[in-house]
């Protein structure tokens, strides 16, 4: 069987304690440090990734607080994941939509060398881009195992999180809890 991977989505300064931060988020940071340093596999990270004009995107319309503008501290892993990310040489992702359609066709081509033996997904928000990497995942790769440790997650608030790992499941991803 082929690599598992762990994708860690987002885990940047600006949502756990920046400008979209939460305390849900900065509760989790511990345990997705753990998961990361522990993983016997591909660990990969994505950064939501935006710019100058945010704004004036149709994100920044229905969201206007700016956030994750790159090359800023908010845009920055969490120093404890950008320690581990740089000392170990890991790929990171910049995405500028809820989901990395790049991490998905480069997972799907591994996929099809060599089949995965399963993919898991940790990070913020569970209500937003984790769900939107997980249900684009499970689009390019539906017979891969797909699971989402639930404690490595914080939504938007508490009751988003809970709706999400709903919908995931309901979408054959397994939700560890």
Same mark, same amino acid.
């Given at each position: 069987?082929?690599?598992?991977?762990? $994708?860690?989505?987002?885990?940047?300064?600006? @949502?756990?304690?920046?400008?979209?931060?939460?305390? &849900?988020?900065?509760? $989790?940071?511990?345990?997705?440090?753990?998961?990361?340093?522990?993983?016997?596999?591909?660990?990969? @990270?994505?950064?939501?990734?935006?710019?100058?004009?945010?704004?004036?995107?149709? %994100?920044?319309?229905?969201?206007?607080?700016?956030?994750? $503008? &790159?090359?800023?501290?908010?845009?920055?892993?969490?120093?404890?994941?950008?320690?581990?990310?740089?000392?170990?040489?890991?790929? #990171?992702?910049?995405?500028?939509?809820?989901?990395?359609?790049?991490? =998905?066709?480069? !997972?799907?081509?591994?996929?099809?060398?060599?089949?995965? &033996?399963?993919?898991?997904?940790?990070?913020?928000?569970? /209500?937003?881009?984790?769900?939107?990497?997980? !249900?684009? !995942?499970?689009?390019?790769?539906? %017979?891969?195992?797909?699971?989402?440790? #639930?404690?490595?997650?914080?939504?938007?608030?508490? &009751? #988003?999180? %809970? =709706?999400?790992?709903?919908?995931?499941?309901?979408?054959?991803?397994? $939700? /560890?809890?």
């Amino acid at each position: 069987m082929g690599a598992s991977y762990l $994708i860690v989505v987002d885990m940047q300064n600006d @949502f756990v304690d920046g400008s979209l931060g939460t305390p &849900e988020a900065q509760a $989790i940071v511990e345990n997705v440090v753990r998961k990361v340093r522990s993983f016997p596999g591909n660990v990969v @990270f994505t950064l939501d990734t935006h710019h100058a004009d945010y704004l004036s995107t149709q %994100e920044g319309t229905l969201l206007p607080v700016e956030h994750c $503008i &790159e090359g800023t501290h908010g845009w920055q892993l969490v120093d404890a994941l950008e320690g581990i990310r740089t000392a170990r040489s890991l790929p #990171a992702y910049r995405k500028e939509t809820f989901a990395s359609v790049e991490l =998905a066709r480069d !997972l799907a081509r591994a996929n099809e060398e060599d089949p995965l &033996e399963r993919i898991e997904l940790i990070g913020l928000c569970t /209500d937003i881009c984790v769900v939107s990497n997980a !249900l684009t !995942l499970k689009g390019f790769m539906p %017979e891969v195992p797909l699971s989402v440790d #639930a404690r490595c997650c914080a939504g938007v608030a508490p &009751e #988003a999180h %809970e =709706a999400a790992l709903r919908t995931m499941e309901s979408c054959q991803v397994r $939700i /560890d809890r």
